[in-house]
Nanobody, 123 residues
Framework: QVQLAESGGGLVQPGGSLRLSCEASGFYLDYYAIGWFRQSPGKEREGVSCFSAADGIAHYVDSVKGRFTISTDNAKNTLYLQMNSLQPEDTAVYYC????????????????WGQGTQVTVSS
């Protein structure tokens, strides 16, 4: 049974950092594309970053480039998202999800989702 479990969210001041984790079970991270999405109240879920196991390339949306870093630890079967220089507009519930195809930003293409972890950036 495929399961994804996020952790690491919390409250942080603007300019601060957080590291999110996504522990996967029931499949191996190094076989699929796996990404981070986020959703703020009243907004659609949007892609943030995706790691493609097929080519080892990390993808980022423009709004987080240079601030967020996606990585994997295959031994722990865990995905991470290091978030630096956080801003209030980064406030959202963050989800990890896996796709059997290549990295993309289409929510409907992702097969399995975690329950989400709340990130709040506020002074």
């Amino acid at each position: 049974q495929v399961q994804l479990a996020e952790s690491g969210g919390g409250l942080v001041q603007p300019g601060g950092s957080l590291r999110l984790s996504c522990e996967a079970s029931g499949f191996y991270l190094d076989y699929y594309a796996i990404g981070w999405f986020r959703q703020s109240p009243g907004k659609e879920r949007e892609g943030v970053s995706c790691f493609s196991a097929a080519d080892g390339i990390a993808h980022y949306v423009d709004s987080v480039k240079g601030r967020f870093t996606i990585s994997t630890d295959n031994a722990k079967n865990t995905l991470y998202l290091q978030m630096n220089s956080l801003q209030p507009e980064d406030t959202a519930v963050y989800y990890c999800a896996t796709d059997r195809g290549p990295c993309n930003w289409h929510v409907e293409e992702y097969d399995y989702w975690g329950q989400g972890t709340q990130v709040t950036v506020s002074s």
